[in-house]
C-alpha cells in the first residue's frame, strides 16, 4: 500500500514564524500535493509538483511556497505565519497520469496564535 | 471551467437505510472521477473511480457509484448504511492535463441515525 507521511499531526505555532510541514511518500510517485481544508470549502489546491525540483501554483498559493530537493519529499513552508492560516492541511501523491488516484496523508492540523 | 458540486452540505441517514450522494460535475471531455472519504481526523481515501466502460463501478466498502453523462452525474450509493460510514465524502474530477491536481467538490457530511 502507497504510504504518504505527514510529519506532524497537530502543530501550534506563533504568528510571523516560519512553519514547515514536512510530507514523505514511500511509492516513487512523481507527483506531489498540498492542499488546505477548511469547513464548508473543501480541500483547496497550494501548490503541486510533478517532478524534483519543479514546482506549480495551485488555486491559493499567497503566502506560502514549497520545496522539492528529493522525489519522496514535498514540504510546505509558511514564510511568516498568519492566524488566517489556521487549518488542516493535507498532502497527497500520485503517479503522473490523468487517470491516476491520488493518496493522502493524515492531514495536519495546523494552529496559528 | 472545471468544477465539482455537490448539492448536499449534509445529510442524515438511518442506519440499514439506503444511501444516495449527489455530485455533478462540469468538463468538456470525457471525465476522470473519483470519491473520496474522510473520517474524523483522517486523511481522504478512495472509494472508487470511473475512468471509462461501465457506467456502474463498484467500490470499497459497499459503495459503488453511477456515471451518467447526460446528467453530468456521478451519484454515490450504498444500499445500507451502518454506523461507521459516518463520515465526509468528496467528489473529484482530474484536470486537464497528465499531472495535474484532482478538483474537488466542497463536500457532504453524512451522518447516520440508529
Known amino acids: 500500500d502507497v504510504k504518504v507521511t505527514q510529519s506532524s499531526r497537530y502543530l501550534v505555532k506563533r504568528t510571523g514564524e516560519k512553519v514547515f510541514l514536512e510530507c514523505v511518500q514511500d511509492?516513487?510517485?512523481?507527483?506531489m500535493f498540498w492542499y488546505r481544508q477548511d469547513p464548508g470549502l473543501g480541500l483547496r489546491l497550494i501548490y503541486f509538483?510533478?517532478?524534483?525540483?519543479?514546482?506549480e501554483k495551485g488555486d491559493i498559493p499567497e503566502g506560502y511556497s514549497v520545496s522539492r530537493e528529493k522525489k519522496e519529499r514535498f514540504s510546505l513552508i509558511l514564510e511568516s505565519a498568519s492566524t488566517n492560516q489556521t487549518s488542516m492541511y493535507l498532502c497527497?501523491?500520485?503517479?503522473?497520469?490523468?487517470?491516476?488516484?491520488?493518496?493522502f496523508g493524515d492531514g495536519t492540523r495546523l494552529s496559528i496564535l | 471551467a472545471q468544477s465539482v458540486t455537490q448539492p448536499d452540505i449534509h445529510i442524515t441517514v438511518s442506519e440499514g437505510a439506503s444511501l444516495e450522494l449527489r455530485c455533478n460535475y462540469s468538463?468538456?471531455?470525457?471525465?476522470?472521477l473519483f470519491w473520496y472519504v474522510q473520517s474524523p481526523g483522517q486523511g481522504l481515501q478512495l472509494l472508487l473511480k470511473?475512468?471509462?466502460?461501465?457506467?456502474l463501478v463498484q467500490g470499497i466498502k459497499g459503495f459503488e457509484a453511477e456515471f451518467k453523462r447526460s446528467q453530468s452525474s456521478f451519484n454515490l450509493r450504498k444500499p445500507s448504511v451502518h454506523w461507521s460510514d459516518a463520515a465526509e465524502y468528496f467528489c473529484?474530477?482530474?484536470?486537464?492535463?497528465?499531472?495535474?491536481?484532482?478538483?474537488f467538490g466542497k463536500g457532504t457530511t453524512l451522518s447516520v441515525s440508529s
Open positions: 473529484a474530477v482530474a484536470g486537464n492535463q497528465a499531472g495535474t491536481a484532482l478538483i
Open positions: 468538463y468538456g471531455a470525457t471525465p476522470y
Open positions: 470511473y475512468f471509462s466502460g461501465d457506467t
Open positions: 497527497a501523491s500520485s503517479p503522473p497520469d490523468r487517470y491516476a488516484p491520488q493518496h
Open positions: 509538483s510533478y517532478d524534483v525540483k519543479m514546482k
Open positions: 511509492m516513487d510517485h512523481e507527483n
